[in-house]
């Protein structure tokens, strides 16, 4: 009996270990994701969640059209306010499902992305030349190109 007491917490505590691993293996990294018929990776959402992704992917679509118009322009400001606009995130209104769901990949893609816009309304308002906005925004999509070449989002079933 003593035996067991000494080995029990020890196994225990393994076995909570790895319980503790695969889910945020399957919550935190892996996500919600199955192969869609395309072969691309297809990502289960509700479509409240679905819809808040495409509107946060039409965000970025609308701050590149505007950064464009105002660097044909000459306004320089303007392309500022739309970068830093597509710089903000609030991680905390993000639901915790939507979180676990999304693979790690498309988070990381989506956070530099945030960022990247972020770091060029900055540079912007620093005074970057206008002949440097367009290769940037050019690195920028390539975050969007990857992230739709192997990503799909669709809905749960009954959703």
């Known amino acids: 009996m003593r035996r067991m007491m000494t080995w029990f917490p020890?196994?225990?505590?393994?076995f909570l270990a790895i319980l503790l691993a695969?889910?945020?293996?399957?919550?935190?990294?892996r996500g919600n994701v199955r192969t869609g018929d395309?072969?691309?990776t297809s990502v289960i959402l509700?479509?409240?969640?679905?819809?808040?992704?495409?509107?946060?992917?039409?965000?970025?679509?609308?701050?590149?059209?505007?950064?464009?118009?105002?660097?044909?322009?000459?306004?320089?400001?303007?392309?500022?306010?739309a970068a830093l606009r597509s710089g903000r995130v609030n991680l905390d209104?993000?639901?915790?499902?939507?979180?676990?769901?999304?693979?790690?990949?498309?988070k990381r893609l989506g956070l530099d992305t945030h960022r990247k816009f972020h770091a060029l309304g900055k540079d912007i308002e620093g005074g970057l030349a206008r002949d440097k906005v367009l290769p940037r925004l050019a690195e920028m999509m390539n975050?969007?190109?990857?992230?739709?070449?192997?990503?799909?989002?669709?809905?749960?079933?009954?959703?």
Not at 10 to 14: F, H
Not at 47 to 55: D, I, M, T
């Open 143 to 159: 975050n969007c190109v990857g992230c739709h070449a192997g990503y799909r989002l669709d809905i749960e079933k009954g959703n």
């Open 38 to 40: 395309d072969g691309r």
């Open 93 to 106: 209104e993000l639901p915790p499902s939507l979180v676990g769901k999304l693979p790690l990949e498309v």
């Open 22 to 29: 695969g889910g945020f293996y399957l919550f935190g990294l």
């Open 10 to 14: 020890w196994a225990l505590s393994g």
């Open 46 to 81: 509700t479509s409240g969640e679905r819809n808040l992704v495409l509107g946060e992917m039409r965000g970025f679509l609308e701050s590149v059209q505007e950064i464009v118009e105002a660097v044909s322009e000459n306004d320089m400001k303007a392309a500022a306010r």
